[in-house]
């Protein structure tokens, strides 16, 4: 019995201790995408979100990748913590690679010119409302991920690696897994700081 | 019995005929937006998103401060449409205001200056989970909705008449009410053109 809309949503967590170790089919993994994918709106209907999901080998290779991207730039004599830190992404089972479609993008830009500077924006939005909803499904099917942000350092590789178009941006990236732990405490600012009523 | 995640991600739709005709108490109106506001994310868990819910009259003088804006800048002899169009979402009975609150941004703008031409991007991204949530769990309770993005225009009209923060910036507008009508269908491009997988 799958967890209601508001129950899924406070469940949903990041989680950094992950593991290979998983009972889902990659059949569902894909269609996890595939219904976010579908459903998520976007702006003026424009579809612009595309998705990569690598599993099991090729989602260690994207590990890898960010790694050699890190030694050239991290300090040697720091690089321990920083090979820590991708290898807990790297022992996860796959990873959901976030992009915008540019061509999209710019196409609605010149068909709607007024609203020229609003629709990369919309783009980010859309693409986040995205990101929200893989995550919370893949909670959902007992799934523990985070986000992640290698975007400039890595975006070239990868779309080498995987022979991706020129103009899907690269957004974030979705390392997820069997969760190893629970997450901690998260802390909550006071709702009434951030919400007003007026009727 | 309310529907599971995924279920309710594909019943949520845009709605453009709507109504004040609600059986939904203010309460459980108040109890989605904080739900929402409380478990989306945000980056560095910053919670920047900041929300104002208005409610029957309030709503109606949010709509007719947009009317007048509108009434400056649209030419006197296309404003019927305009003036239909607002009327469409007075017509409903609440509205959403979504805001992120830029000392949130500019702070950590601050302290992570590595990441600083992100924070406004991350913080775009979260204010979409956030719109999407909301957007969902209303659906949920029975209401249809709709996302508006009259910002720059109404922006500074609407933080004087509910004295909000300067700092809070506008993001979108939810008019959301009783669906008068189902929306029609919507077309959606082949998934093989925008997810590729690998393993």
Do not use: C
């Not at 959902?140 to 890595?154: A, K, P, R, V």
């Amino acid at each position: 019995m799958k967890k209601d809309f508001k129950t899924a949503v406070a469940q949903r967590r990041s989680h950094y201790s992950i593991s290979k170790k998983t009972s889902v089919s990659d059949q569902t993994i894909r269609e996890v995408v595939d219904h976010a994918v579908k459903y998520t709106p976007s702006a003026f209907n424009s579809q612009s979100a595309r998705v990569v999901l690598l599993l099991d080998k090729e989602h260690d290779k994207m590990w890898d990748i960010t790694k050699e991207s890190l030694r050239k730039v991290v300090p040697a004599d720091s690089f321990e913590q920083t090979n820590d830190k991708i290898n807990s992404f790297k022992n996860g089972y796959g990873t959901v690679l976030y992009f915008e479609d540019q061509s999209i993008v710019e196409g609605l830009q010149e068909e709607f010119s007024l609203y020229k500077d609003n629709f990369p924006v919309w783009s980010e939005q859309s693409s986040g409302m995205l990101q929200f909803v893989v995550w919370t499904a893949l909670a959902d099917e007992g799934f523990g991920g985070s986000l992640q942000h290698y975007n400039e350092l890595i975006e070239n590789d990868v779309k080498s690696e995987w022979n991706l178009p020129d103009k899907w941006k690269l957004i974030a990236q979705m390392p997820f897994g069997h969760p190893e732990s629970e997450p901690g405490n998260k802390e909550y600012a006071p709702l009434e700081n951030r919400i007003r009523v007026y009727k």
